[in-house]
Antibody, heavy 120, light 106 residues
């Protein structure tokens, strides 16, 4: 069974940093591209970042470019999101999601999410 | 960037109703359009990919159609477990989601 389990969320002050993790199991992690998608309270879904299976290709939404860094460790079956210079508008549930890595592939499995709250 | 819109933003329907949700892209995305269902407090679930392909395990009452800029998600006979918010997402370029359509009980 495919499982994605996020962790690392919490309360952080504006300007602070946080590192999210996503532990994957039930599939060959190193064969799939991975993504972070967020959802502000009561709002819709916003794609944040993607990383290819071998980390060769990395993409960011304009809203987080220069502040967030996506990475992965295929030996540990883990995905990460380093978030720096956090702002109130980064407050959201952050989901990790798998995609098949081909052009146009959807997000076929999602984790349960971890809540990040940026507030003084 | 490609912008996605959905209509309506919300709708009220009864069990057994046929429900149609529309999604429009700001430019052609061929068939790179996916649909997700999200229930309160839960992660989104993939329903339809590539505009019209049913994800494994999803009931056949869900169907998708369209290409280019205009797409639809249809639920042929609404069931109690279908009350949720539905999002379209384009995967033609940098992923982008529509604003969502909330389906609630009439």
């Amino acid at each position: 069974e495919v499982q994605l389990v996020e962790s690392g969320g919490g309360l952080v002050k504006p300007g602070g940093s946080l590192r999210l993790s996503c532990a994957a199991s039930g599939f060959t992690f190193s064969s799939y591209s991975m993504n972070w998608v967020r959802q502000a309270p009561g709002k819709g879904l916003e794609w944040v970042s993607s990383i290819s299976s071998s980390s060769s290709y990395i993409y960011y939404a304009d809203s987080v470019k220069g502040r967030f860094t996506i990475s992965r460790d295929n030996a540990k079956n883990s995905l990460y999101l380093q978030m720096n210079s956090l702002r109130a508008e980064d407050t959201a549930v952050y989901y990790c999601a798998r995609d098949l890595g081909y052009s146009g592939s959807p997000f076929d499995y999602w984790g349960q999410g971890t809540l990040v709250t940026v507030s003084s | 960037d490609i912008q996605m819109t959905q209509s309506p933003s919300s709708l009220s329907a009864s069990v057994g109703d046929r429900v149609t949700i529309t999604c429009r892209a700001s430019q052609s995305i061929s068939s790179y359009l996916n649909w997700y269902q999200q229930k309160p407090g839960k992660a989104p679930k993939l329903l339809i990919y590539a505009a019209s392909s049913l994800q494994s395990g999803v009931p056949s009452r869900f169907s998708g159609s369209g290409s280019g800029t205009d797409f639809t998600l249809t639920i042929s006979s609404l069931q109690p477990e279908d009350f949720a918010t539905y999002y379209c997402q384009q995967s033609y370029s940098t992923p982008a989601f529509g604003p969502g359509t909330k389906v609630d009980i009439k």
